[in-house]
């Protein structure tokens, strides 16, 4: 059975930001930006209030922003004006199962939305990314490990980890996986007393972040 999804537009209607909306990109995704790793156009799956996104068109990258959120979307879109950032564009869509971009992309990027799927979907999700790819293009997925979340109940809604081994065999059905590292996903310190004893004794980094143990996964799409 297919979990529920979470009431994402709730979420980002709430006067504090969420605990993944840190205010930059996730450090292990801007690591690849400065590295040079990054090709236009860029698919910023699940982008939430983008800053991902508003990054990447700060230097000069066409940039596609999904969100299921129609709250984040406006958010991101008003930002990307504010900043007069015109190749960052945004759209509402089903980030589980969408269509209307096929071959654009040269980059697909996951920061923290595999995680968050509803169970059940994730071949979908998977299938509708290679479907948007370019032949030859780049996917990177950031995603929580395994126990990171506290998610040891299968019924508990909510986004739960990965081992490297689930997350390699979800993506490697179509998509050829280059390489699974230790990765850590950082988020807002002040959110972490609603966050629950998962998050307790979570590391800090001294900088108003906490962080989270998971995985990033590199992998391309054939060129054939």
Not at 125 to 134: D, E, G, H, T, W
């Amino acid at each position: 059975m297919t979990q529920p999804s979470m009431d994402w537009d709730a979420t980002y209607r709430q006067e504090a930001p969420p605990p993944w909306s840190i205010g930059q990109p996730q450090p292990e995704l801007a690591a690849l930006i400065d590295q040079g790793k990054i090709r236009s156009d860029v698919l910023d799956s699940g982008c939430g209030h983008a800053e991902l996104s508003l990054a990447l068109a700060a230097r000069g990258y066409t940039v596609v922003g999904l969100d299921t959120s129609a709250t984040a979307i406006e958010a991101a879109a008003a930002a990307a004006a504010e900043r007069g950032l015109t190749t960052a564009t945004f759209a509402q869509a089903d980030v589980a199962n969408f269509r209307g971009y096929d071959s654009r992309f040269s980059t697909i990027l996951d920061s923290g939305l595999f995680h968050a799927l509803p169970r059940g979907s994730h071949q979908d999700y998977v299938q509708s990314i290679f479907r948007a790819a370019a032949p030859g293009a780049r996917l990177y997925i950031l995603a929580f490990a395994a126990g990171a979340v506290g998610d040891d109940d299968p019924d508990r809604p909510g986004s739960r980890g990965y081992t490297d081994t689930e997350l390699r065999d979800a993506v490697a059905t179509l998509w050829h996986v280059d390489e699974i590292r230790p990765a850590n996903l950082y988020g807002n310190e002040g959110a972490l007393e609603f966050m629950g004893p998962a998050f307790a004794d979570a590391e800090r980094d001294g900088e108003g972040h906490f962080l989270t143990p998971g995985f990033l996964l590199s992998a391309h799409k054939p060129d054939q």
